[in-house]
């Protein structure tokens, strides 16, 4: 790993030129289980950012949980996610509000309104259609646990999709479940050209025709395999566009370290799947007393190891995302 | 995890893959990795298949795991060395990716530009004689260290990105620079790193490096 660069364009701190506003980069940040440090590596990326000049804003997804706000050390936030519902052509840069640190805004989600934990369809796809809308450098999507289609959705919505795991079986399982959902989502969405997504719904309703029931992601490409190998790879090369990027939390020694790698393999040989190892985060006990005194951890905190690797990974993201 | 399944995808293409698994695909790295590459890419595998690996356990039944290891050993055990891996590519690897890609054959390549200035031991001609000397050898003098690692094509810069040991340390090793040499404990260390890089067992070579053996 190089070291630290952060600062890109020293010329340009903050905003772009106005010729033609151009879209911002979508970065999602999400993993099966929930409590593995999603909202807290959201905020501390959009900070890191935000300390090299580039606008963010972060947008908290996890509806019905938020605390994207309490990591950042805001409290009661008026503007919500919610009120994006209460007029048809509410603008989605209305939404935004400051944080107090410079150059870092935020979309909350929290809300009292019981149903914005349930968005509906209609709900979820105005949302991603306005993401694009936002005014800033880069958007950080942070989302909720578990693998519901709304959550995928979002991920598969980014231009670079973050899968955090901890060190430990529970986490790990779930990412595996979080990441073959979003492989399945996206074979069915319309990221996928149409007569692709034709071939992949011949095959995965082939026992309609007498063959055999697909029940998972290795059936599928085992089945596709003996029908045809260039589409397998046609489809595997799909879904290796989404560009997981793992990240390895709360580590504690090197063995926990190389579970990235192994993590890597072991995708690279069931799925037949690169995704890319972007980095880790040691484990830090002063980060439940920054949380506890609501203070965003790498202002407070700027000069610990794990400032400076959360610094290294919101680069290394940034980079990711511009490929 | 819903339920355990029979045969994992990877698997199933490498089957049907003529009738020899690609050993590159195995060790997923590219047909011209570096000799560096290529060890760790086995460290990693191995890792990712041991007993009690958090990263396997879920997504294979312990039937697949034995047989991914013992690919993963079999792969290695052809890759490691460069006249096994020579001939395995001969044989395996498309005609027309050698065509479009000149220098795939790095081994060849390298030996014409490589300067004359450490040659390996006297006698030695081809690869196999190589690593016949390197299995026979009991002493690893810092010089024949050296010879090995190049022979290897592997650069001290290599090693000092993975180790993160600093390049004049790896220098005083080969070089036999005693008056350099850190404390022993890192001294030992830094050698291990260094020998397992290279390809060769840490203990062998910790207990055989002469200037060790002064050192106190």
């Keep these: 790993m190089n070291t630290l660069k952060l ?73 919500t996610m919610s009120d994006f519902f209460t007029a048809p052509r509410y603008p989605i840069n209305d939404l935004i509000v ?15 309104t019981l149903d914005i934990a349930n968005l509906q369809h ?17 958007v950080i999507l942070d989302l909720g646990a578990g693998t519901a289609y709304n959550t ?43 007569e692709l997504r034709e071939v992949i719904h011949q095959i995965m309703m082939q026992h309609h025709a007498g063959g055999r029931r697909l029940k998972t992601l290795a059936d599928f490409f085992e089945e596709t395999e003996k ?88 680069h290394t993201m940034s980079e990711r995302v511009v490929k | 995890m819903s339920r355990k399944r029979k045969k994992s995808a990877a698997v199933i293409s490498l089957d049907t893959a003529k009738d020899k698994p690609n050993y590159y695909e195995i060790l997923q790295i590219e047909p011209d990795a570096r000799q560096a590459e290529i060890i760790r890419a086995y460290r990693r595998a191995k890792e990712t298949y041991k007993q009690n ?13 034995e047989k991914s290891l013992a690919l993963i050993d079999e792969a290695y055990q ?4 460069p006249e096994k891996r020579r001939l395995y590519d001969q044989v395996h690897l498309p005609a027309q990716e050698e065509e479009t890609t000149p220098p795939a054959n790095e081994d060849t390549d390298d030996k014409d530009e490589a300067p004359p200035s450490s040659p390996p031991p006297a006698s030695i001609q081809t690869d196999a004689e190589f690593e016949r000397f390197v299995a026979e050898t009991r002493e690893f003098s810092g010089a024949a260290l050296k010879s090995i690692r190049e022979h290897r094509h592997i650069s001290l810069e290599d090693i000092a990105a993975q180790t993160k040991i600093c390049k004049s340390n790896l220098n005083a090793i080969e070089e036999e620079q005693s008056a350099l040499f850190p404390p022993k404990v890192f001294m030992v260390s830094f050698l291990r790193q ?17 200037p060790l053996k002064d050192l106190e």
């Design chain 2, 194 to 210: 260094y020998a397992a890089l290279i390809g060769l067992e840490p203990q062998k070579v910790v207990d055989s490096y002469p």
């Design chain 1, 122 to 138: 209609f709900q979820k796809t105005k949302i991603i259609r306005n993401l694009p809308k936002i005014e800033t450098d880069y």
């Design chain 2, 78 to 81: 052809v890759l490691e060395y």
């Design chain 1, 227 to 314: 029908a045809d190998p260039l589409t397998a790879a046609w489809i595997r090369s799909e879904l290796e566009n989404i560009r997981i990027q793992l990240v390895v939390n709360q580590v504690l020694d090197s063995g926990d370290i190389e579970i990235g790698h192994s993590f890597k393999v072991a995708c690279k040989t069931y799925f037949g799947i690169g995704i890319d190892y972007a980095g880790y985060l040691h484990h830090d006990p002063t980060v439940l007393q920054t949380l506890r005194n609501k203070k965003p951890f790498l202002l407070e905190n700027p000069k610990s190891r794990l400032s400076i690797s959360l610094e290294r990974i919101a």
């Design chain 1, 98 to 112: 400051d944080t107090n640190i410079p150059h870092l805004s935020l979309i909350s989600g929290a809300s009292n």
């Design chain 1, 7 to 79: 600062v890109d364009s020293p010329e340009q701190p903050g905003h772009l030129p106005e010729e033609g506003r151009r879209p911002p980069k979508i970065l999602a940040v999400g993993g099966g289980k929930g409590g593995v440090g999603k909202s807290f590596i959201a905020a501390n990326m959009g900070i890191a950012l935000a300390k090299t000049g580039k606008r963010v804003v972060l947008v908290d997804l996890d509806l019905g949980g938020s605390n994207l706000h309490t990591c950042l050390g805001l409290g009661h936030i008026n503007t």
């Design chain 2, 53 to 65: 690996s958090l990263t396997a356990y879920s997504l294979f039944s312990d039937e697949e795991i």
């Design chain 1, 152 to 194: 995928l959705d979002f991920f598969l919505a980014a231009d670079c999709g973050m899968v955090t795991v901890t060190p430990e079986p529970a986490s790990i399982e779930n990412s595996y479940r979080f990441i073959k959902s979003v492989f399945m989502r996206k074979l069915r969405s319309n990221q996928i050209s149409s």
